[in-house]
């Protein structure tokens, strides 16, 4: 199995400021990388599948990059609704892992 | 547009079976497979497995191999859910997924408690 690592576990942000997550896969999925944002009780929400292409309707500050084995979302300027956890996941080979995720929460 | 409406929270007794569904709304429901994706409370996302809608073929994670089984009612456009021989550590929302570029859709989740 694929084994998918994000770092940090967790990170406290200031509305505007610029923040980037980073997710590894134990090894290459070439660009078969989809990152989700969940808030709490609700359902996942897709926002960037193949590395680096946004989900329509996801507003432009968030971005993905990468591919192999390193991956990276960011988020340019973060808002107040972006407080939310962050979960990487690889779509190369069954079984589908994800990441363990990223907590963005207020400084 | 598209929709995925899940069935009602379920609470079970160890060892009895649950059968979620997830209907499907707005698009060809045959022409993308659904997965199914469950979250323990306070944990992560686990992917179970799939199943293409158009022929019914499946792909289950190997930890619930023999426990769970996925169809779908092309009649319907539902797609099922059941895991049987329930323990405790299955206590968890169960969500349904539209395959395709990601998971781009899911339904809305059914939390299944399993407790004695």
């Known amino acids: 199995d694929i084994q998918m690592t994000q770092s940090p576990s967790s990170l406290s942000a200031s509305v505007g400021d610029r923040v980037t997550i980073t997710c590894r896969a134990s090894?290459?999925?070439?660009?078969?990388l989809n990152w989700y944002q969940q808030k709490p009780g609700k359902a996942p929400k897709l926002l960037i599948y193949?590395?680096?292409s946004l989900q329509s309707g996801v507003p432009s500050r968030f971005s993905g990059s990468g591919s192999g084995t390193d991956f990276t979302l960011t988020i340019s300027s973060l808002q107040p609704e972006d407080f939310a956890t962050y979960y990487c996941?690889?779509?190369?080979?069954?079984?589908?892992?994800f990441g363990p995720g990223t907590k963005v929460d207020i400084k | 547009q598209v929709q995925l409406v899940q069935s009602g929270a379920e609470v079970k007794k160890p060892g009895a079976s649950v059968k979620v569904s997830c209907k499907a709304s707005?698009?060809?429901?045959?022409?993308?497979?659904i997965s199914w994706v469950r979250q323990a409370p306070g944990q992560g996302l686990e992917w179970m497995g799939w199943?293409?809608?158009?022929?019914?073929?499946?792909n289950y994670a190997q930890k619930l191999q023999g426990r769970v089984t996925m169809t779908t009612d092309t009649s319907t456009s539902t797609a099922y859910m059941e895991l049987r021989s329930l323990r405790s550590d299955d206590t968890a929302v169960y969500y349904c997924?539209?395959?395709?570029?990601?998971?781009?859709?899911w339904g809305q989740g059914t939390l299944v408690t399993v407790s004695s």
């Open positions: 997924a539209r395959r395709g570029s990601g998971l781009g859709y």
């Open positions: 707005g698009y060809t429901f045959t022409s993308y497979g």
């Open positions: 199943i293409s809608a158009y022929n019914g073929n499946t």
């Open positions: 090894q290459s999925i070439s660009s078969y």
């Open positions: 193949a590395a680096s």
């Open positions: 996941q690889q779509s190369y080979s069954t079984p589908v892992t």
